[in-house]
């Protein structure tokens, strides 16, 4: 099966008309994902020919949901319209908002996070600044290639869109339910802790590896979920064993204080609650295979 993406889901893209909407567009459709529909409120009415299949626009992601049932939205939107576009998909009740564009400012993920809390948690949101997540042969939300992996039994979680790609490349002969990109930002929707606990509850993910880097205390409260909730083998992957002591890096969640949020902090958090940590991303694939074979 999968969790959160299915061949079921039916999926509208905010920013369908713009260059970046219009490239992923066409690369979601081509791996199979059932797109119903762009939303850009001055060009409803119109529709846009991806290699033969017209692609309606609508005004707003309610007409669109109206019209079509669509259950998913992909956010292409350009960070300065980013808010106001997922407070409009939360306000449309959509289940599902993926929210690609980076670059928001914490202050406007804050808001339409607390916006969803105010509304019921009736859309999930995943993200920002993040690839999306794929469930391989079935749909692809967002910007993961399609053809470096196949379906298979393994769950992955990520905050990094590049380990996302690398792990499901290392483990390609095996193949993944679901491949979901969190983000990295230090406010996002969906946490590691809410993908555990789906992949626990999927009975067709036999093994999950979850990515995490430096910065935050994500990835001890999930070795703490884990301790507690998890039944299936967990591998894991903390990025930035090398990075600098002091130092900033990479996405804006990744701020080391003393030795909270460090690379070795989290693995040792996440052995204690059971799970294989690898140094590499080379290495966290043999554990994966070393575990479902033991599984």
Known sequence: MAIFLTKESKVIVQGMTGSEGQKHTRRMLASGTNIVGGVNPRKAGQS?????TEIPVFGSVGD???????????IFVPEKFTKSAVVEAIDAEIPLAVVITEGI??????????????????????GPN???????????????PADITKPGRIGLVSKSGTLTYQMMYELRDIGFSTCVGIGGDPVIGTTHIDALAAFEADQDTDLIV?????????????AAF???????????????FTAPEGKTMGHAGAIVSGSSGTAQAKKEALEAAGVKVGKTPSETARLAREALAAS
Not at 64 to 74: L, Q, R
Not at 105 to 126: E, Y
């Open 64 to 74: 669109a949901v109206e019209a079509t049932g669509a259950d998913v939205t992909v």
């Open 105 to 126: 400012a914490v202050h406007d993920t804050a808001s339409f996070w607390a916006h969803a809390q105010n509304k019921g948690n009736k859309t999930r949101l995943i």
């Open 226 to 240: 884990i301790k507690e909730n998890v039944t299936k083998p967990v591998v894991g992957y903390v990025a930035g």
């Open 130 to 144: 993040c690839p999306g997540l794929i469930t391989p042969g079935q749909s692809n939300a967002g910007i993961i």
């Open 210 to 222: 979850m990515i995490g880097e430096i910065g935050g205390d994500a990835e001890e409260r999930a």
């Open 48 to 52: 846009v020919d991806f290699d033969g």
